[in-house]
């Protein structure tokens, strides 16, 4: 069955309307394209036609994009020339629009032609907003939910249907950067106030037949003889300083990281200098080498596939629904405010305990002060804060957790104090109550043990801050059960986050890949590496901070807990390496640089806590070697410091799904999102160039960089993690 219908009514109005089957949201395959062109012919050859509409039949949406599963297999689609194949297909579709845009016009003198309405009930996303922009006046309901705009620039591709073209000359390149360049979204009155859409009405469909059958004029301002682009085209003066700047912009914020984004201001630059019509093939050219980048494909199956997939519940056991109805939060400090805050916003009952009337009610304040910012921001309403403060109880009293079915402990990373709140906490729950820990080091197994329910006890990792940050890590301890699992999954899902589930042992995933990380960047610094030099090699890698940087955010204080921690509990075992590592992080603890929260670290800090740059008594402490190593020889060591743990942790069992390693990384800790992820970025490389690096630097830099048996097997055999260890593939095949 098609996903486009037309029906023709008595007025001579052609309403085509788009309704992707089997999905709650229109979303565009290739299929589509072609029914929509057949459609479009048949309207445009009936002389008894005298308009058309392109609307959706879904409810509040007009479409959220194109079918990403199809974006990333349309490499290898495209045949023996997949450049070529890319290309004709791009152009293929952009032939389709830009007949929606013509609608039967005479090319020499604009004359005839079929006006051509858009009416959006809502959401317009990606192509579901290229198609619009393509017709002739766009109508969308006053509906405050619904979000307009460009995002593909989020997964690692840029709008290559005619978005980047059309809306560069609809508004000139600075006014469509926000748009483009940081795939911002608006609703439907913003979308108007900006320019984006014609008109916001409570009946589109109305107002858009009242417009259809007005005759009105419909060439397009980029299709008549004089145009010129708003705030200039890259020779005029003003449009010159526009582009220096937007390329100034673009390489700042990506460091030449992410393809996408630099192919995008080469597709508008490039283009404003030419016709519409050829300014589309080198739209399409440029979309053609995105999609040719192994970057995009990983980008989108990561970001987009892997991602949904996971939030849906790809790893979850096959047991009754788990929804959590009561949730128990012990301590109020920043991450249990956190914690009580994302639960209350996703209209769960909160008790929200802490030794102290005080503190509770202070970690209940941390929710009220977020609202309030809401508020002045527009995205939230005072009825909205006093429902969400209405589900919060603080208090002190234990017996307050009877009723509760999920206890989240985010009390201090002590075992003996962990062990007293779990045994407090169990004598009033019931017996069916799930237990979680929010521990990031401590093992969940050895929590458990004052547990006497160890197969109701998980551990629910959050990232701080809590109500930003995306990623969940949810550990299983050697005898956690399904129902434990599934509660955990429940949640993370009722308070719109994505979680990650893995296996228990030390630091887990994320924190046993982020540490080598900043390790290995404080060790450069032992050995004389300039400061500037790890830095910069990390941006340039995509890492949102340098791991000097990140240290100081996180604190130097906490990296020597753990690392004494760590080194009290591992012995012998402990890495020889570390000593100069340690000895540095120790003695600026010593001298008070604590990072951020104390203004000194490895940066200097201003007296409003401001970064002012590395701090200058780094190279008295640790001196700067005449000789540098080689930016990639940096960069790999930042990266494999990471990636080799990823690899120990589904080689150990710790990972279970190589989509959990690699969406967890990136929203996690920011790993390389162009790269998709540590197994994705091992993929682009390849096994066998992977194996053979890490062998040379760990000859040249120490024994940590030698491959794992997994990653040298896999090498010599010429294997990828996705072809060998992909779950989604081998149960679609």
Same mark, same amino acid.
């Given at each position: $069955?098609?996903?486009?219908? $037309?029906?023709?009514? /008595?007025?001579?109005?052609?309403? !085509?309307?788009? @309704?992707?089957?089997?999905?709650? =949201?229109?979303?565009?395959?290739?299929? *589509?394209?072609? @029914?929509? #062109?057949? &459609? $479009?012919?048949?309207?445009?050859? #009936? @002389? /008894?036609?005298? *308009? !058309? !509409?392109?609307?959706?039949?879904?409810?509040?949406?007009?479409a959220g994009g194109m079918d990403l599963n199809v974006i990333a297999k349309m490499k290898e689609m495209a045949g023996d020339s997949p450049e070529q194949g890319l290309f004709d297909g791009l152009m293929k579709m952009h032939g389709i629009l830009r007949k929606i845009e013509r609608a039967g016009m005479d090319p020499k003198t604009n004359k005839g032609g079929k006006p051509v309405a858009c009416?959006?009930?809502?959401?317009? &996303?990606g192509i579901g907003f290229e198609i619009p922009l393509s017709c002739h006046r766009t109508f969308v309901a006053n509906n405050p939910k619904a979000k307009i705009g460009l995002p593909e620039i989020m997964v690692g591709i840029f709008p290559g249907m005619g978005g980047t073209t059309r809306l560069v000359r609809k508004l000139g390149a600075m006014g469509a950067s926000p748009y483009l360049l940081q795939g911002k979204q608006l609703n439907p009155a913003k979308a108007k106030a900006a320019g984006l859409v014609d008109e916001v009405s409570d009946d589109p469909m109305a107002a858009a037949r009242e417009w259809v059958l007005s005759e009105p004029k419909i060439v397009k301002p980029w299709d008549e003889k004089g145009y010129k682009m708003p705030g200039g085209a890259p020779y005029h003066p003003a449009g010159f300083q526009t582009f220096v700047g937007a390329s100034a912009m673009v390489n700042g914020n990506t460091q030449g990281a992410f393809p996408a984004a630099k192919a995008l201001l080469s597709a508008v630059y490039e283009g404003a200098l030419v016709p519409f019509d050829t300014a589309i093939k080198i739209e399409a050219r440029w979309f053609t080498n995105v999609l040719m980048n192994p970057s995009s494909a990983a980008m989108i199956r990561s970001l987009f !596939?892997?991602?949904?997939? &996971?939030?849906? *519940?790809?790893?979850?056991?096959?047991?009754?629904?788990?929804t959590v109805k009561k949730v128990g939060v012990l301590g109020a400090g920043m991450m249990g405010a956190g914690i009580a805050l994302v639960s209350a916003m996703a209209g769960i009952e909160v008790v929200l305990i802490d030794q102290k009337q005080e503190a509770a009610d202070k970690g209940k304040a941390y929710t009220e002060t977020? $609202?309030?910012k809401g508020i002045k921001r527009g995205k939230a309403t005072a009825e909205k804060k006093e429902q969400v403060l209405g589900l919060i109880t603080a208090t002190t009293d234990y017996a307050a957790l009877a009723d509760a079915d999920l206890i989240i402990e985010a009390v201090f990373e002590d075992v003996g104090i962990k062990a007293e709140v779990t045994k407090a906490v169990e004598a009033v729950i019931s017996e069916d109550c799930i237990f979680a820990s929010n521990t990031s080091t401590l093992p969940i197994t050895g929590l458990a043990k004052a547990s006497s329910r160890p197969e109701q006890f998980i551990g629910i990792h959050f990232f701080s801050p809590v109500e930003k940050m995306l990623l969940v890590e949810i550990i299983k301890g050697k005898e956690t059960g399904d129902r434990a699992v599934a509660k955990a999954l429940d949640y993370v899902r009722q308070i719109r986050k994505t979680p990650i589930v893995v296996n228990d042992e030390r630091f887990f995933y994320a924190n046993r890949c982020i540490i080598p990380y900043l390790n290995e960047g404080a060790r450069m610094v032992t050995e004389g590496v300039a400061p500037a030099l790890i830095e910069n090699a990390a941006r340039q890698l995509g890492f949102p901070l340098g791991p000097l940087q990140l240290i100081d955010e996180t604190s130097l204080e906490l990296g020597v807990k753990i690392s004494k921690a760590t080194k009290a509990a =591992?012995?012998?075992?402990?890495?020889?390496?570390? *000593?100069?590592v340690d000895d540095l992080m120790y003695a600026m603890v010593e001298e008070g640089r604590l990072g951020r929260k104390s203004a000194a670290g490895f940066y200097a800090y201003d007296e409003k806590g401001k970064r002012q740059g590395l701090w200058e008594g780094l190279g008295e402490r640790c001196p700067v070697a005449a000789d540098q190593p080689s930016l990639i020889d940096v960069q790999h060591r930042l990266m494999f410091a990471q990636v080799l743990e990823a690899v120990k942790s589904l080689e150990e069992g710790v990972l279970e799904d190589i989509r959990e390693g690699d969406v967890g990384a990136i929203l996690g800790w920011g790993f390389a999102p162009w790269s998709g992820g540590p197994f994705s970025w091992l993929d682009i490389i390849g096994t066998p160039y992977a194996a053979e690096r890490c062998a040379e630097l760990a000859e040249t830099y120490g024994d940590r960089f030698t491959p794992p048996a997994l990653l040298k097997e896999m090498g010599d055999k010429g294997q990828s993690f996705y072809g060998r260890f992909d779950k989604a593939a081998a149960k679609a095949a």
């Open positions: $069955m098609t996903d486009f219908t $037309m029906n023709k009514d /008595a007025e001579g109005i052609a309403t !085509i309307t788009w @309704d992707t089957q089997g999905k709650s =949201m229109n979303v565009m395959n290739e299929q *589509g394209f072609y @029914d929509l #062109d057949a &459609l $479009m012919d048949d309207a445009l050859a #009936d @002389d /008894a036609v005298k *308009g !058309i !509409i392109i609307t959706s039949g879904k409810a509040g949406s007009f009416v959006m009930p809502g959401t317009a &996303l !596939i892997n991602k949904e997939a &996971l939030e849906k *519940g790809a790893n979850r056991p096959a047991v009754a629904d788990e977020y $609202m309030d =591992m012995g012998d075992a402990y890495p020889a390496d570390m *000593g100069p």
